[in-house]
């Protein structure tokens, strides 16, 4: 019997323009800051996205596909593991959703299509607060969180 099909949805609100959010997460410079990897691609719908370890490793620990994306509002991308700690990966779906509140950003991101009980389930419920959190703290200080939030997952 297949496993059942679960999705995380997460929303948070931004003290920046929703432009400003954007940017910041398709431009390399910026998500190697607050979520230690590169997102690199041409940003066109069909076109390849990886997902870079910043070590200098040059680990794809994420991979897949653009979608759709509607700037600066919407951009929806297939996930794929490349293995990893947790052998053969099923593959999801990444859907983030930006809405303007003046200067301020309303963020939703839905991760779907994740089997129910595993441990990327786990690893999405526990990431994804932590990226958002780091990248609300970045374009609101300036800075990152002070502390190692990736060991904390």
């Known amino acids: 019997m297949p ?7 997460y929303v948070s609100y931004i003290a920046a323009k929703d432009t400003d959010v954007w940017n910041a997460l398709l431009d390399p410079k910026m998500t190697q800051q607050y979520w ?17 370890r910043a070590d200098g490793s040059e680990i794809e620990d994420v991979t897949g596909k653009v979608l759709l994306i509607h700037p600066p509002h919407h951009l929806v991308l297939s996930w794929q593991e490349t293995g990893g700690h947790h052998g053969v990966m099923h593959s999801s779906q990444v859907s983030v959703a930006l809405e303007n509140l003046g200067e301020d950003t309303r963020i939703t991101v839905i991760h779907s299509d994740l089997q129910s009980g595993s441990l990327s389930y786990q690893d999405v419920s526990e990431g994804w607060p932590a990226v958002i959190s780091n990248l609300k703290t ?16």
């Open 138 to 153: 970045l374009l609101e200080t300036g800075h990152v969180m002070a502390s190692d939030i990736w060991s904390a997952n």
């Open 36 to 52: 230690g990897h590169v997102n690199e691609s041409d940003w066109k719908v069909g076109s390849r996205w990886a997902h870079i």
């Open 3 to 9: 496993m059942s099909l679960e999705q995380f949805k």
